[in-house]
Nanobody
Framework: QLQASGGGLVQPGGPLRLSCAAS????????IGWFRQAPGKEREGVSC????????YYADSVKGRFTIFRDNPKNTVYLQMNSLKPEDTAVYYC???????????????????WGRGTLVTGSS
């Protein structure tokens, strides 16, 4: 299973780091994606990490501000979010698929394992 954590209230422009910890399986070769869903909006793929080759993928809306990376010993993928904007407010979810190339799909479609969401609120 996947456990997402790290959400909270942050002022615009501030940083926040989300964690996605896997248990019961290792993330080797997996695609691990972060998604978010704001009130009244569809879920969107934010970022994806391919453990098969270390490639990273980002939505245009977060490029240059968010960074996804994996800590192998901790079997955890992080989403470092900088320069947060009010429009980043959403429930964030992490998800995984056993094939890393899933990251190349539009909106990282087809993730098989989902964690519970964590709320990020960007507000002054």
């Amino acid at each position: 299973q996947l456990q997402a954590s790290g959400g909270g209230l942050v002022q615009p422009g501030g940083p926040l780091r989300l964690s996605c910890a896997a248990s019961g399986f290792t993330l080797d070769y997996y695609a691990i994606g972060w998604f978010r869903q704001a009130p009244g909006k569809e879920r969107e793929g934010v970022s994806c990490f391919s453990s098969s080759d270390g490639s990273t993928y980002y939505a245009d809306s977060v490029k240059g501000r968010f960074t996804i990376f994996r800590d192998n010993p901790k079997n955890t993928v992080y989403l470092q979010m900088n320069s947060l904007k009010p429009e980043d407010t959403a429930v964030y979810y992490c998800a995984a698929h056993p094939i890393g190339s899933v990251c190349r799909r539009a909106n990282y479609y087809g993730m098989r394992i989902w964690g519970r969401g964590t709320l990020v609120t960007g507000s002054s």
